[in-house]
Structure formats: C-alpha cells, structure tokens
C-alpha cells in the first residue's frame, strides 16, 4: 500500500529539510510504512523507535487523524492514508 | 520601523532599515525618540539580538542600581499578521542570574499578550529606560499625528495591586491600550530578585478574568521595580495590513500543521498542551517531584488532565489572532456541567514546579498556588524551584528548618512563603536558590545554573543546561533530547548543543512564539514576506547564532568563569535509581563536554 507519512520540522532537519515534509511510503501496517521511513532515513530511527523495536514512548502517531496508541501500530493501512508521527514532548 | 532597501535583487544593507527608539531618563524625567539605523542583521530582527548589543557595551555591577539599563522591544514580526507574531522583549542585568564573582548576567524574557503589537502601532519599536525615578511612573505610549508619543504619568494610585488588578485599574482610563505592569513583587524589589512582568491579554481585557501573559525569567519585574516604573500603556488602533496569500497559508499551517499539534486540543487533531508531559515524563519516572527527586509511587498521576475533566471545565483559548489555543484555563465545573468562575491557567511548568515539584497533587491547591504567583506578579520557574529547595532543606534538617518549617506537601505553609516571596517579607526565598544555598552551605540539590532555577526537566537528564543563556529550556534545545532519543554519546551532545540547541533562541529575535513550530524555512517565508526583509536562510541563522554567542560572551564578561558552567551537584553525586533514562553524566563525560563545546563556542566568540 501506498501510504503518506508526515512528520515536522525536528525529524525533517535530520534529513536536509527545512521545515515539515511528507514522504511516500510503502507498508501493509502503519507500523511497516514507518519501519519503510526509518530504513530509507537511518538518521530517524533513533527518534522513532527504541532499541528493543518499541515505538519510542515520546512519540505520537496518527492515522488520517485519529491518534494511534502504541499497540495500534499493526493497524492496516489502505492506499492514500496519511500517517503522521511527532514529539509528544514539547516544553512551555 | 522603516526598510528603506530598494528590494529589487540587490542586496540586503541592514543600515538601509531604521528603528524608532525612545530613550527614557527616569531621573531626568525626560524622553528623547529617534529613528536609529540598524547596525546589522541583529538589530533588523529585533528582540534579545539588538537588546544584548546595547548590553555589551555596558558595565553594570549592580543589576538594582539606576544605571542598570531596561531595554523593552519587539521583534521583526511582532504585530505582524504572522500568527504568534505577539511577543514583547524585556532585557537588562539580572538581579537574580549572577555570577560568583556577584556580578549580574544580562537576561532578556518574553511573552505574549497584545502590549508589543501594540507599542509596534504606535510607531516605536524599542524602549530604553535609564535611571531611577523619585516618584512611581508609568510610561504612557500613544499614537501622534507624527510618530509615537511618549510621556510619563504618575503611578501612585496604582501601587499596592496585584498584577490583574493594575491592568483592569489601567483599562478604565486608557481604552483601545495594552498594558505591562508589575506586581506586588516588583515593588518588593530589594526582597524578591524573580519579579515577573505581566501583560495584558484580549481575553483578560474583555472577560475580566486575571488572565495575564508573563515575562517572568530572570527578574525583570524586578528591575522595573527597581527603577519605580509600575506600568506600561501602549494605546494605539488595531493596525494590520493587507494579508498577503504567502502568509495566510504561513498561518494555516501554523494553525493545523505538525509544528503545532502538540499544544492544540484533541478536537483540532492535537495533544492537549504542555500539559500533557506529564504522563509522557512520567513513563521514565523523569517527571520532577519532591525538589527534582521523582519518587515513582504513581501520586503525581493525580494532575493528568485526564483526571482532572471531571471536576473542572477545561477550556482551551488563545492569543490575540492565534488558532493554536494553547491556553488550558481551569473553570469551576457547575452542578449542571456548565463553566464557572476562571481558576487558572495549567501549563507544565507552573504545574510542576508549583505542585508536584512542592508535593502538593490536589487540584484545588493547586491552581491557587499557580494563580496566587501569578497575581503577586513571580516568575513560576524560580518560585517553585526555590520554595522547592526550602521544602528539601526543612525535610533534612527537621530540627533546625528554615522559616516556617514548611515541608513537602504542606500547603498552607507553602502558601506562606510564596506570599513571603511575593510580598517581600521573606527575602531568603525571594532572592532565589543559589543564594540561599550559599547561605545554608548545602548547594548539591539548588536546582540552578549559572543563578538561574531550573525549569522543570532533571538535571541529570540534559547536560546541555549550561549553555542556555535565558533560562534552561527556552534557550538551549537540548532538555528533552535524552527522553526523547536516548543517545548518549559525546558526539551527539556536543553536536546538540552547538549545532542545534542554541537555534532555539531564533523566536527571540523574530517576536513569534516558540509554540507556532515554525521550521527555517517557514520562518525565512515568515521574514521576507511579512517582515518586508529579502535575506537568505543561511544569513538569518547566521545572525541567530551571532546573538547567541553574544549572550554567552556577556556572561564571560561579567565573571563567569568556565567552572559555572555546571550542574547542580547532585546530578552527578547522587543519582536517582527511579529514573528510567540512561544515568550518563558522570564527571568525567561533563568535564569532556565542556572542553568540546568550549573548543567549538571561544574561537566564534573571539570573533565577533
């Protein structure tokens, strides 16, 4: 499947952006479209998973909006969805 | 503020762009406004990048003394229609954040509110207040038929109040104004060295509710207090241009894209606020308690927002012209559902550091202690981090506890030396924790840096905390690098702090808000188009990184030596088992880092 996976700023300036991207991924689940993200950007991947292959705890993930708890992360994905994952840590 | 560039290719002459600056002597009572060519991109952009330049060139020992400049200014797109673009500039020496040497740090603080949108209307871009004045004043900024008018007016009547009721005090008499004001605690200046100014908001201004935006880091409420300057009026019709298509989709993606999520309500596809670290920290047991010392035993789960919904209406609102909505302000739940009288404003900082930090998990004690700072007109950060400190000290030391005995958990008398700090009656808690540290001799568990307290991530979590410049998390990006990541080499935090975290000083120069999460090129759009400036990126992060730099070459001026450039001692003697992220910063890893980062930071430094 063809999926759509957002991500902001503090991932894109990893890997030469400037500013929040969007990269089209493939992935049966939403946890393989973001292993698809991490393979082809290595320098994601300690942002997006734990060394044990745990979704990193800080991040929240979304699918077409709707957040996305941890143990969803085997939820099947159709073509034209869109992921999106960021820091849910942010200070203030 | 005038670009007279021709802005047709050529490039970009900062002394081409001129700022209009009202110099005011106290003393003298007298005011002098000109128009002043920029000197570089620094002063172009505004905010801590023009006010540190005036401040190099001072030689301040004494940060309560008349010759202890104020600068208040605004940023590039401050009053622009770039979302955020709110923020007001406050800078000068510290009475709090000090050297060893006992010589003041220059500090700016910030915050949002309409006063800077609205003092960018009047014509004038930037406020310096010199001397001392006889008699309490206000600054009164207004519109003229030829550029701003500034005068002065007496304060007297005005003394005494809390910081909300000065504001709706000044609202009766100036209509269509914003205002800045002190507290009781700025009065109390001698005593409390963490005065806060507070700022009027639109919400405030129009519900009556003590709804205030805050520049709290560092004592600048103290300074104006200092100088007997009680308000600030800025008065002025709403001016906003045209908006331009560029900016209008800058917005949208302010409001609806992921730089943002993290403070907006679920219902617009975001987390909830600051807030919501709370359960998130809590996972590594890195959530602070008990003076920075997480217990792990599940009582802080009492302040997740999801249980407080019950019993609060939680209602999220806003900044003048913001659809982020990253206020989360507390109401009394009536018997029917319905909203009641406003509480508070619960942000993690004043959360934690005046709450779980204090032992304190109740939710109706804590929105008092939260709104009881506020209205004395205290920095939350210092406050909670000091009263926090004397908490420990009585818990050490039960037979011989300082001031009134006040342990964890103890509302009441935690209360007290709040209102101790805030009214000027217990000057050992109001002039901050690295003195009074130094006064008790037990400095290991001060949760301070450089004489600022620690905002409310561990210490042993983020050794990049000493090379924020204005406040440990809001000028140095590196606090939740180690949650977040995990990593702990060297390489990744010598490259986190010289290659990264310093950048999050750029909103400083801009007079946008850290929360929009505009990435560079958002902010570069943000810049040319609505700031009128034709620059490139590399250029703007170029003068970012000057000003940083700047910031710690001031420190290095008055007397800092490289070894404050530390730790709270604790975090490398006596770690604490219950947290769950890596324990990596022992004293050999630091005394490497600092050698690092020095080798990167002195030879730009001696550059400038």
């Known amino acids: 499947m063809s999926v759509t996976v957002a991500f902001p700023a503090l991932f894109a300036e990893r890997i030469g952006g400037g500013d929040a991207m969007e990269l089209e991924l493939e992935g049966e689940t939403v946890g393989a479209a973001l292993r698809a993200l991490t393979e082809r950007h290595g320098e994601l991947t300690s942002l997006v998973w734990r060394p044990e292959s745990e979704l990193n705890p800080v991040m929240a993930v979304f699918l077409n909006g709707r957040q996305l708890r941890s143990e969803e992360l085997t939820t099947p994905v159709h073509d034209g969805d869109k992921i999106q994952i960021l820091s849910a840590l942010e200070g203030g | ?608």
């Open chain 2, 1 to 608: 503020m005038r670009n007279l560039n021709a802005g047709n290719g050529s490039s970009f002459d900062p002394s081409k762009v001129r700022y209009t600056r009202a110099t005011i002597d106290l003393a003298a009572e007298s005011i002098a406004v000109e128009e002043v060519p920029c000197a570089n991109l620094e002063d172009v952009l505004g905010g801590f990048g023009r006010s540190f330049q005036m401040l190099m060139g001072r030689e301040v020992s004494d940060a309560l003394a008349p010759d202890n400049p104020l600068i208040i200014n605004t940023g590039l797109l401050t009053g622009t229609n770039v979302m955020t673009g709110l923020r007001t500039y406050f800078s000068a020496f510290s009475p709090l954040k000090h050297s060893d040497s006992g010589l003041p740090a220059a500090i700016w603080s910030a915050a949002s509110g309409k006063f800077g949108s609205k003092m960018k209307w009047t014509g004038l871009d930037e406020i310096v207040v010199e001397g001392q004045a006889s008699r309490p004043l206000m600054i009164v900024i207004q519109t003229g038929d030829d550029g701003p008018r500034v005068t002065l007016k007496p304060a007297d009547a005005l003394l005494g109040l809390e910081t909300h009721d000065k504001i709706m005090a000044l609202q009766t008499d100036y209509a269509d104004a914003h205002f800045a004001v002190i507290g009781p605690a700025g009065e109390a200046y001698q005593s409390c060295y963490f005065a806060a100014v507070a700022l009027s908001t639109e919400n405030e201004l129009k519900s009556g509710d003590d709804k205030c935006r805050f520049a709290g880091r560092g004592g600048m409420g103290t300074v104006m207090g200092s100088k007997n300057l009680i308000a600030l009026v800025a008065q002025s019709p709403d001016k906003r241009a045209q908006l331009a298509p560029e900016v209008k989709e800058i917005n949208k993606k302010i409001s609806t894209g992921p730089g943002s999520v993290k403070f907006r309500e679920a219902d617009k596809g975001g987390l909830g606020g600051t807030w919501s670290n709370f359960p998130i920290l809590e996972k590594f047991h890195a959530l602070p308690q008990d003076n920075f010392r997480p217990k792990a035993d599940g009582s802080v789960e009492r302040l997740f927002r999801e249980n407080l919904e019950g019993d609060f209406v939680i209602k999220a609102e806003s900044c003048y012209r913001c659809g982020i909505s990253c206020h989360k302000n507390i109401y009394e739940k009536q018997d029917d559902g319905s909203r009641g009288a406003f509480r508070a404003k619960f942000d993690y900082e004043p959360l934690n550091l005046l709450a779980t930090n204090l032992g304190v998990h109740e939710s109706e004690q804590a929105w008092q202690l939260v709104q009881l700072v506020d209205n004395l007109g205290m920095d939350s950060i210092s406050c909670g981090s000091t009263v926090g400190y004397v908490l420990d000290y009585n818990g050490r030391h039960p037979d011989a506890p300082l001031l009134n005995g006040a342990t964890f958990g103890d509302f009441e008398k935690i209360r007290e030396l709040i209102e101790g700090a805030g009214r000027g009656t217990m000057p050992e808690v109001g002039q901050g924790v690295k003195r009074l540290s130094v006064k008790t001799g037990e400095t290991g568990y001060a949760m301070h840096v450089k004489g600022l307290e620690l905002p409310a991530y561990l210490p042993e979590t983020n050794p990049g905390y000493p090379w924020a410049i204005a406040g440990g998390h809001m000028t140095m990006g590196t606090f939740m690098a180690l949650v977040m990541e995990g990593d702990t080499s060297m390489d990744y935090w010598v490259k986190a702090i010289t290659q990264k975290g310093l950048y999050q000083v750029r909103d400083d120069l801009l007079g946008t808000c850290k929360f929009a999460g505009m990435g560079q090129k958002m902010a570069i759009g943000a810049v040319q188009v609505e700031g009128g400036i034709d620059i490139p990126l590399e250029d703007l992060l170029a003068a970012v990184r000057r000003a940083y730099l700047r910031g710690l070459a001031i420190e290095r001026k008055q007397g800092y030596g490289l070894g404050e450039y530390t730790l709270p001692s604790d975090a490398f003697d006596a770690p604490n088992p219950k947290v769950t992220t890596p324990s990596f910063i022992t004293r050999d890893f630091f005394a490497e880092l600092q050698q690092k980062v020095w080798e990167v930071f002195e030879p730009e430094i001696a550059a400038l």
